[in-house]
């Protein structure tokens, strides 16, 4: 679902961090195949967290946060390569 702008939430149930980064392999794979036939450059940067049930009680805020915090680091790393390559 769309929380605003250009961010949007996943909620997987039942998906280890193996087929998550599997996922997330075949994401920017699509991104870099559409980027091929068009006249821009789309990037994605990603943020997430996992939720093993029985560690705590579920804390919904908590988990946004976390990926909140990982995507920003992530869009921070795309500008650097951006600006590496750049030169």
Do not use: W
């Not at 679902?1 to 039942?14: M, P, T």
């Not at 006249?39 to 909140?68: H, N, R, V």
């Amino acid at each position: 679902f769309r929380i605003g702008g250009d961010e949007f939430v996943v909620l997987l149930e039942q998906c280890n961090e193996q087929e998550f980064e599997t996922c997330m392999r075949q994401l920017s794979l699509e991104s870099e195949m559409n980027n091929l036939e068009i006249d821009y450059e789309l990037g994605i940067a990603t943020g997430y967290s996992f939720y093993e049930p029985g560690d705590e009680p579920l804390d919904f805020e908590k988990l946004m946060k976390q990926a909140d915090k990982m995507l920003y680091e992530n869009k921070h790393i795309m500008k650097l390569k951006d600006l590496i390559t750049s030169y």
